[in-house]
């Protein structure tokens, strides 16, 4: 079993502790002048998204976590796990809600999203930082309305409910920030 | 290392840190000055090094020779006073492997001085006229209240309610647990002294006062280092430590005068180094020839020099007194 030394630790190393997976996001050394070193380190809990704190005697180890990221295409969703498969291998995952969190509702097929497995079980899905989506409901479009601001409600494809310009009509290609929840721009065909 | 951003070419401290950081320095000269204590230089590279297990130090090569960067220039002023330099003090870089972090860099700036005739308290009283000294002349109020003094069992009688010079592993890891004192993942729960220093960082250096100095003196004799052994009571030994808040900044020694209780220790540590598979140093033989010579009744002190401008500039990372942090070199 893999394993890192405390002075291997840094942010976005993944350990293994009591059973769960958790990625170290700080690492402090505790050290008097003369005397033991310890590390005191903060990890978020990957299943859980909890962050607790741990210390260990500066020189001990801890087991690694087999956690990875892998490109993965979205396949479909049949009402309680949603499919991803490896373009390269084939090989396909289904996600749970708790793995999907907000991913879900930028989702309609073949988006090339980031999974994080642990043991080859999805732990965290992470959509396109960008995605185009069809605009399926929102209010009549205002002509000429291409400069002003103001914005309103707009339902696309997916799910998902954005604020879009008012100028947008029913039909039209957006593109869309997953990151921010944002409008970004119309896509032109 | 590759850069983190565009502007990690530029200081990580600001230009009125560096100016501050060089009117610190200068304060520091003229206070030895009107002392006349002479500054001296010595030697980063050294053929031998400390043994302290808990200090690792960095090696390299002359030719096929292995010369090791001092952790410290102790053992080359001991010889200055051994050869009959009088008092001394140094401003140097001192180079530390495996530290890093918000209070460490690898490498950073030390201030040793050496006084004849003190015993560490006249040498306590001697910082604190240097503390004073530099906040007047730099302007920056630090010394409103005298430092509190406190030996080390006062300390954890107040701060904890145990005796450290009496209380067993087993006892000090119970307070550690009525305390809700987190127990590190590794501990060896036999070493007395492993317990001591984690009860120090986490519950006894947090008592201290907030925005103050405070001297911790007599430390446990298995932790005496260089520091001699009192007469009075053999369980603890004339080292001292300055803390602000709980920050630790200095270390000093009414220092051992005796070679072979010396070299009794030096081995003893090596004896450590090996037992927790760590490879051990060369012996400075010519520091003990010194101690044989003969080293005057002195005690010296050893301050973090870019600590202190973090306390007197009110920093949290060592990174913002520093034109250069380890990230960025």
């Known amino acids: 079993m893999a394993s890192y030394s405390t002075n291997e630790f840094r942010g976005g190393l993944k350990l293994l502790l009591d059973g769960d997976p958790y990625n170290i996001i700080e690492n402090e050394l505790v050290k008097p002048g003369k005397g033991q070193a310890f590390n005191r380190v903060k990890l978020r809990n990957l299943k859980t998204g909890r962050v607790i704190e741990r210390t260990f005697k500066s020189g001990e180890s801890a087991e690694a976590a087999d956690v990875m990221d892998v490109d993965m295409e979205f396949s479909y969703n049949d009402g309680e796990f949603w499919y991803f498969m490896d373009p390269n291998t084939y090989e396909q995952v289904g996600a749970g809600e708790a793995a999907m969190t907000d991913a879900a509702k930028w989702l309609k097929g073949q988006e090339l999203c980031t999974v994080t497995l642990w043991n080859g079980e999805p732990l965290l899905v992470s959509p396109p930082n960008f995605v185009e989506l069809t605009v399926t409901e929102t209010d009549p479009g205002l002509k000429g309305d291409t400069a002003q601001g103001g914005t309103k409600p707009a339902t696309l494809e997916s799910g998902a409910v954005v604020k879009v310009p008012l100028f947008i009509e029913q039909g039209e290609v957006l593109k869309v920030d997953t990151r921010s929840g944002e409008y970004v721009s119309r896509v032109k065909d | ?329």
């Open chain 2, 1 to 329: 290392m590759s850069p983190e951003s565009k502007t990690d070419w530029q200081p990580s401290a600001s230009f009125e840190v560096l100016q501050f950081r060089a009117r610190l320095l200068q304060g520091i000269r003229a206070f030895f000055a009107e002392q006349d204590v002479l500054e001296v230089e010595t030697p980063v590279l050294s053929r031998a090094t400390i043994t302290d297990p808990h200090l690792q130090s960095f090696s390299t090569q002359y030719l096929s020779d292995r010369l090791y960067l001092q952790t410290s220039p102790e053992f080359f002023m001991k010889r200055l006073l051994a050869s009959g330099s009088g008092d001394i003090f140094q401003l140097c870089r001192v180079f530390r492997d495996d530290e890093l972090g918000r209070y460490h860099n690898p490498e950073f700036s030390m201030l040793e001085w050496y006084r004849l005739g003190m015993d560490h308290h006249l040498l306590m009283d001697d910082m604190e006229a240097l503390l004073n000294y530099l906040s007047g002349k730099l302007g920056v109020p630090i010394s409103g209240q005298i430092p509190r003094r406190l030996s080390y069992q006062q300390a954890f009688v107040e701060a904890l309610d145990i005796d450290p010079l009496a209380a067993s592993a087993g006892e000090l890891k119970a307070v550690a647990q009525q305390r809700g004192i987190e127990i590190p993942v590794g501990m060896d729960e036999l070493d007395r002294d492993m317990w001591l220093d984690w009860l120090m960082t986490q519950g006894v250096a947090p008592s201290f006062v907030k925005q103050g100095f405070t001297f911790v003196f007599d430390y446990p004799a298995s932790q005496a280092a260089l520091a001699r052994v009192s007469e009075d009571d053999p369980r603890v030994a004339h080292r001292f430590e300055l803390f602000w808040g709980e920050l630790e900044l200095a270390n000093g020694f009414y220092e051992l005068t005796d070679a072979e209780e010396q070299r009794s220790r030096f081995e003893q540590e090596n004896q450590q180094r090996i037992e927790r598979g760590m490879e051990p140093v060369t012996i400075d033989e010519y520091m003990l020839t010194a101690l044989g010579a003969g080293l005057p009744d002195c005690s010296g002190v050893a301050i973090g020099v870019d600590r202190l401008l973090m306390v007197l500039l009110s920093k949290t990372l060592i990174s913002e007194v520093l034109a250069f942090s380890f990230q960025r070199s």
